[in-house]
Antibody, heavy 121, light 107 residues
Framework: QLQLQESGPGLVKPSETLSLTCTVSGVSISSNSHYWAWIRQPPGKGLEWIGSIYYTGSTYYNPALKSRVTISVDPSRNQFSLRLSSVTAADTAVYYC?????????????WGQGTLVTVSS | DIQMTQSPSTLSASVGDRVTITCRASQSISNWLAWYQQKPGKAPKLLIYDASSLQSGVPSRFSGSGSGTEFTLTISSLQPDDFATYYCQQYNSYSRTFGQGTKVEIK
């Protein structure tokens, strides 16, 4: 059964880089049936897709965040990662990793449990 | 970007009620729409994909319909476990946008 788990610092200072890792279990991250995504949700607000990656390294980023986002994949660890640079308080959110099957633009399922990242000095 | 607008933002209902939530797209998205349920402190859970396909394991009281720009999520008989926030998401365009959510509250 495919499961995802986010990990990383819960507190990041303004102007620094947010770094999170998602560990995938139950399926190889090199599966050709899955893409891997990051989605975030500011406290009390809606959901925003950040970006997605395929095991080959092909990436797809939200244009609104593209200049600050890097998503990478590490097949040897069955993990993929998010880096978001130059963070501000507006980047405070619960960050979810998720899978989306079969094609680069699709629904998200399943999701990790999420991790809250607060941007504050 | 394609904008997704849900209505209502909040819905008060009783156990056993039939509930309908609407999601409108700013341009046609064919049937490329998903619905999610989110409970406080939890990740969203996929209910419906391709506008009307029920995800495995989701109770049959949930159903989805629509195409083009107007979509609905219906809960045929609201159960205590269904009080949550529901989101639609389009995957017709690159930006994969979500609606703002509809909170279903106990009346």
């Amino acid at each position: 059964q495919l499961q995802l788990q986010e990990s990383g610092p819960g507190l990041v200072k303004p102007s620094e880089t947010l770094s999170l890792t998602c560990t995938v279990s139950g399926v190889s991250i090199s599966s050709n049936s899955h893409y891997w995504a990051w989605i975030r949700q500011p406290p009390g607000k809606g959901l925003e897709w950040i970006g997605s990656i395929y095991y080959t390294g092909s990436t797809y980023y939200n244009p609104a965040l593209k200049s600050r986002v890097t998503i990478s994949v590490d097949p040897s660890r069955n993990q993929f990662s998010l880096r978001l640079s130059s963070v501000t308080a507006a980047d405070t959110a619960v960050y979810y990793c998720a899978s989306h099957p079969f094609k680069a633009i699709n629904w998200f399922d399943p999701w990790g449990q999420g991790t809250l990242v607060t941007v504050s000095s | 970007d394609i904008q997704m607008t849900q209505s209502p933002s909040t819905l008060s209902a009783s156990v056993g009620d039939r509930v309908t939530i609407t999601c409108r797209a700013s341009q046609s998205i064919s049937n490329w729409l998903a619905w999610y349920q989110q409970k406080p402190g939890k990740a969203p859970k996929l209910l419906i994909y391709d506008a009307s396909s029920l995800q495995s394991g989701v109770p049959s009281r949930f159903s989805g319909s629509g195409s083009g720009t107007e979509f609905t999520l219906t809960i045929s008989s609201l159960q205590p476990d269904d009080f949550a926030t529901y989101y639609c998401q389009q995957y017709n365009s690159y930006s994969r946008t979500f609606g703002q959510g509809t909170k279903v509250e106990i009346k």
